[in-house]
C-alpha cells in the first residue's frame, strides 16, 4: 500500500491537487472520495475534471446523483457522482452506476460508501480530512492493480 499524503492550506491548493490528478488519467480510474460535507470532495473534483481536459463547469451532482463531462482532445468521459442521497445500494444497481467502469470513463463517486460492495477492486481511495477555513489532510490510496503504479511522482 503506497499512501500519499498531502497537505493543502486553501480552495486553489485543493483545486490544482485535483487538476494534477486528472492530467495523470488515461481512463478507467475509480476514485472513492470520503470526507465529510464541507471537505472539499467537490472542490476536488472540478480540477480533477479540469485536469483530465473537461472544458465545461463542473457542477455538484448532489441532486442528479450523477453527471457526464467529456474531456477534450480525448473523448474520455467524466462522470462525476454523488451518492449522499442515495438510501439503497440497490438503487445504484437500477441505476447502472457500476456500467461506468470501464476504460472510457474516469469515474469520481463522492460518498462512495453505500456502495462499498460494488466498487471495483481496482481503485483509488481519497480522504479528505478537515473542513471550514482549516488546511485540509489528503490521503491517497491506491488499491488493486493501481498499487503498483506511483501517483502523482513529482
Ligand atoms: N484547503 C481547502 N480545500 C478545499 N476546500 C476548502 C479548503 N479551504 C476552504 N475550503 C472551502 O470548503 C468548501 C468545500 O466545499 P465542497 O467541495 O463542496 O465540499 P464537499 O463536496 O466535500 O461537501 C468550499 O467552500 C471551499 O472553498
Ligand atoms: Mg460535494
Redesign the pocket.
Known sequence: MLERLIK????????SLGIRLGQSFQGGEVIC?Y????????????GLGKGLGVEEEIT?P?FTLIREYCAQPTGLRFIHM?L?RLVYPEEAEVIGLTDYFQDDCVCLI?WPEIIAELLPEDRLEIR?E???????L?SIVPKGKWEAHEILND
Open positions: 493543502t492550506i486553501s480552495t486553489e491548493d485543493t483545486l472520495l470526507g465529510e460535507l464541507g471537505a472539499g470532495k467537490t472542490i476536488l473534483a472540478k455538484s448532489t454523488d449522499y463522492e479528505i478537515g473542513s471550514g477555513d482549516l488546511c485540509r489528503i
